[in-house]
């Protein structure tokens, strides 16, 4: 059976445990670096990436979760957690690390200067199907690389397109929260990257 674990540091672990569960998947919370060895896949909620960043340093995760991710285990990241996914951040805080998965840059708190938080209509370009994402006091993707595939975009409140979701390799990020919104596609993406 495959396990997938939650990063369980802060944020919104319940919610993504819940909706992993809901695939048929067996969720583990993940705190410690031994409990990583268990699992075939990661989930990086939304929360507070510099709180989350603190956490994985102090416990002593943030070396070992980048060992997995760089030896191919499927990893996805929802807000705070595309955020602790990207090699590069626009408005990040003084000292605050990332995890450098994802050849990207991403502002935080991008949306949220405009609305703190919306439900917006977006397509999901694997498959061109509407898409309902909630949007917490998001990133956006400013930039990203040549090998970055992008899933969804949002037009922002000044008229230009940001990307939204990302893959790159087994790693999976959304500006969005997939798991507040009853919405499986991200996740089950995810299932099928293991
Ligand atoms: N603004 C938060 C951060 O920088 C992310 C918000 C969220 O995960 N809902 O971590």
């Known amino acids: 059976m495959t396990t997938v674990g939650v990063l369980a540091l802060q944020g919104d672990v319940r919610e993504h445990a819940a909706a992993a569960s809901a695939l048929g998947a067996q969720v583990t919370l993940v705190r410690h670096p031994s409990e990583l060895d268990a699992v075939d896949a990661m989930i990086l909620p939304g929360g507070e990436s510099t709180t989350?960043?603190?956490?994985?340093?102090?416990?002593?995760?943030?070396?070992?979760?980048m060992d997995r991710i760089r030896e191919g285990m499927p990893v996805l990241g929802s807000c705070a957690g595309m955020i602790l996914l990207?090699?590069?951040?626009?408005?990040?805080?003084?000292?605050?690390?990332t995890l450098e998965a994802i050849p990207m840059t991403v502002r935080r708190n991008a949306f949220g200067r405009q609305v703190d938080s919306s439900e917006v209509d977006l397509t999901w370009l694997p498959d061109g199907s509407?898409?309902?994402?909630?949007?917490i006091r998001a990133p956006w993707v400013e930039s990203y690389g040549d090998d970055v595939e992008v899933l969804?975009?949002?037009v922002a409140a000044d008229g230009v397109e940001h990307a939204v979701a990302v893959q790159y390799g087994t790693c999976l990020a959304t500006a969005?929260?997939?798991?507040?919104?009853?919405?499986?596609?991200?996740?089950?993406?995810?299932?099928?990257l293991i």
């Open 86 to 97: 990207a090699t590069d951040l626009v408005d990040g805080i003084e000292g605050q690390h």
């Open 176 to 192: 969005f929260h997939p798991e507040i919104s009853d919405e499986p596609r991200v996740h089950q993406r995810l299932l099928d």
């Open 130 to 135: 509407p898409m309902q994402a909630t949007f």
């Open 152 to 154: 969804a975009t949002a």
């Open 52 to 65: 989350i960043d603190k956490l994985l340093r102090a416990f002593d995760l943030r070396d070992p979760l």
